[in-house]
């Protein structure tokens, strides 16, 4: 079988995963740019690919009609809505994600650049290099009523982070109940639904 890799951050990132390739006897094939493919990329490299490895790619009707022998595309993260769904199922080709690859480090990223924007971070990186050391006030985030629209698996990550922060939540995400938050560790939450699922 050929596996086509375009998920950049995969590649990037040394582990085990690149041992599990190596080891399975498969072609492996990876992108040959540093970015997300465009579709007359894909469409090229994808025609004798069994199964690819996505990053941020879309994946059209046309890429899929493309990989005459395709039988998996794999999300390297959680989202699957650049690939076409209903032209995969068509095809008769499965589609799969990856939970749980990148939640802490994009609940991580999400601090640092909070961080950033409250202590001024890259405006006084900025004049420092200019040879200034003129200071601008920042603004602390303990005790601030930080919002967190979407309470998923990084959603529930950001609150954790922040409440060591001693900031005040207030989440918004009508499909998920307050019982769940209980259980996943995130008592003490200001619990505010906005909207109502509609059934």
């Known amino acids: 079988m050929k596996i086509l890799v ?3 951050s995969f590649r990037q990132t040394p582990g085990r995963h690149h041992e599990l390739l190596e080891q399975s006897g498969h072609e492996v094939m990876e992108s040959p740019v540093d ?3 465009k579709e007359a990329e894909l469409v090229e490299l994808i025609g004798d690919a069994d199964g690819v490895i996505l990053g941020l790619d879309y994946v059209t009707a046309e890429v899929i009609e493309a990989g005459g022998q395709l039988k998996v595309l794999s999300r390297y993260g959680v989202g699957v809505d650049r690939v076409d769904l209903e032209a995969a199922t068509e095809a008769g080709v499965v589609v799969t994600n990856t939970p749980g690859t990148n939640h802490i480090a994009v609940a991580e ?4 650049l909070m961080l950033s924007l409250a202590r001024l971070i890259p405006q006084h990186n900025r004049r420092a290099k200019e040879g200034s050391w003129a200071r601008e006030k920042g603004t ?6 930080v919002g ?11 609150a954790k982070r922040l409440r060591g922060f001693d900031a005040k939540l207030v989440v918004h995400d009508p499909y998920v109940s307050a019982d769940v938050v209980e259980d996943k560790g995130l008592k003490g939450l200001t619990w505010k639904h906005f909207c109502v699922r509609q059934t």
Do not use: S
């Not at 602390?140 to 009523?145: M, S, V, Y």
């Not at 967190?148 to 950001?158: A, D, F, K, P």
């Open 6 to 8: 375009t998920a950049r």
């Open 140 to 145: 602390e985030l303990a005790g601030k009523t």
């Open 109 to 112: 990223l999400t601090l640092g």
């Open 148 to 158: 967190i629209i979407g309470l998923g698996t990084v959603g529930r990550e950001v």
């Open 35 to 37: 970015r997300p493919l």
